[in-house]
């Protein structure tokens, strides 16, 4: 799945890293995959960084509930294209893709 | 690669865990007005651990009963019949299949997956006349194929699997590739063989591809479930594909958008529920 862009101030603990992130100076501050926490993102805001790359783990429902509604509804239609993708590669208007992406849609914040 | 005849598919049901006999004998009764409610309780009364799952699905707030049902009389008495029969199908059928040792096949994400397709095709049978009992044990069952894939040739559906990985690709066609015949085959004949009623049979052999028809029928409806379900991501598997839809099947159901939107919440609000009930 494609990563998801998000402000420090919206991501969520428990979120994975899905990039490393560099300082100013190109210097590895964290490597991809690691845990979002608490402490990384007062130290990440501290530092000047105020966005980054993350990944819902794995079999963690509800965290992308936590993200700010814009991520949220960009994670939403990341996914369906995802689970579209047979229809996306053989060109079908898929009815069916717009309504659920319509529902899920109207259940973000 | 393996290519599977009608013959070699038979051959291998009896490999398979035997169903029990009650589950058989539910499912070979749809469409039999004269099956006794009495027999039946009596029937699924016998199987312990049936009943026992029936109960918990039959007190879950999926029925949203006024009391707490302690029997399969009971049971019969409040939700009637005909619903009883489903809900002891689904009770017999998860359950009724050990866990395959195939690598990469998720059986928990098998039955989630099938668990919403059975919450789907009734919902969409409610909204379209259909026999919503018979189209919730065919959400069930509709991949039943699969399991005797998996059950009967490990080794060779693991590698089915590693080639749709690789590919990305449908697993319908992956099968097709590695057995010569797909889930849905599979699933038809094994259906045959255990006498379920024709029109199960039907639309277990062609929900990928459901044939032209003259108006709507069970086929067409388990066709949009199993997309549907696919869709709502129920199986909450980070690989899963929506297969491609029928435009005639789904022009067929003839629904409005609002009509989706209400079986979407109402699968939405269900399927952990039933997932509980059954999985547990």
Known sequence: ?????????????????????????????????????????????????????????????????KLDPATQQAHTEKRLLHLFRPAMRAGQLNPLFHLILRYRSAETP | MKQLTADAILRSVHELPALPAVVLELIQSFGDSHVSAEQLAVKISHDQAIAAKTLRLANSSFYGLPRQVTSIAEATAILGLRTLRSVATAAGLVGGFANSRCQGFDFDAFWRHAIGTALTARALAQRTRLDEDAAFTLGLVHDIGRLVLVSSYEDEYAQAIAYQLEHDCLMHAAERHYFGVDHAEVGGVIAEHWHFAPEIVAAISCHHRPPPASGLCLTDLVHVADNIAHGLDLSHKENDMVPLLALDAWGRLALADGDYMAVFDAVAEQHEVVCHALLA
């Open chain 1, 1 to 65: 799945m494609q990563a998801l862009s998000t402000s420090i101030e919206w991501t969520p603990e428990g979120m994975l890293l899905a990039q490393p992130v560099l300082d100013a100076h190109g210097q590895l501050l964290l490597p991809a995959g690691t845990p979002i926490t608490r402490g990384i993102l007062n130290s990440l805001q501290q530092r000047g960084i105020d966005t980054v790359f993350v990944n819902p783990p794995e079999g963690v429902s509800g965290i992308v509930d």
